[in-house]
């Protein structure tokens, strides 16, 4: 039942996102940004994110593929290295959330971006947002709260002396948020790789052009760099 649902969800989303490339596709503005280099993410923030998903990626992969594919959970090194990297995703998460907490918080500046729907849905430009639109700060919440609820529920699924009914449930738990938290991580590469081109280099290099800057995230004061 399991694998049903996470293959119809995985091909819904996708669907969803190969339909709003085929009729939206990348926003205007994609290209020629010019002026000064301006400071976005420092290292620190950087790293923390670059590790987040390389534990991602292994947590994942471990976790759905022998799911997926024998309909059982991991066994061998497989569990080791899902229960490794899956500790080590939950802690940069938690490191996130020091980072980040301040600038995802919502305040009434997002109302128009959400009403917009940040223009994801129209070739009109972005709507004003500060240094992280609402986009950003919803995703940043969800990934809280799923990295919470799947660390959560895997301990307690693994507990022993506790009862098999609460051991079924932490599994069930443990199963659909981490396919909520895959399905995400997909919807947020779409966005930062195609739908908001500039996104990623940001995230690589630390800086983006002060045009960048005053499209997407015109309420955003950024220093030169």
Do not use: N
């Amino acid at each position: 039942m399991y694998r049903t649902v996470a293959c119809v969800a995985t091909a819904g989303v996708l669907a969803v996102l190969l339909t709003h490339y085929l009729c939206v596709g990348r926003r205007r503005g994609r290209s020629g940004f010019v002026g000064d280099a301006v400071h976005r993410y420092g290292l620190v923030e950087r790293l923390v994110h670059a590790g987040s998903l390389a534990a991602f990626a292994a947590a994942a992969a471990t976790g759905f593929w022998p799911v997926l594919v024998r309909g059982a959970g991991p066994s061998g090194w497989a569990k080791l290295v899902h229960a490794g990297a899956g500790g080590l995703l939950a802690f940069l998460v938690a490191v996130m959330g020091l980072l980040w907490a301040l600038d995802a918080t919502f305040t009434h500046t997002d109302w128009p971006w959400l009403r917009a729907l940040g223009g994801h849905f129209s070739r009109t430009g972005p709507p004003p947002a500060g240094r992280f639109d609402p986009g950003q700060k919803a995703f940043f919440w969800a990934t809280l709260g799923l990295a919470f609820a799947t660390l959560l529920s895997g301990v307690l699924r693994v507990s022993y002396g506790l009862p098999l009914e609460v051991q079924r449930c932490a599994l069930v738990i443990h199963q659909h948020a981490a396919l909520a938290f895959v399905l995400c991580i997909v919807v947020h590469g779409y966005v930062m790789m195609i739908a908001k081109p500039g996104a990623l280099s940001a995230m690589v290099s630390g800086r983006v052009r002060r045009t960048w800057a005053e499209r997407y995230h015109s309420l955003w004061r950024p220093r030169s760099k």
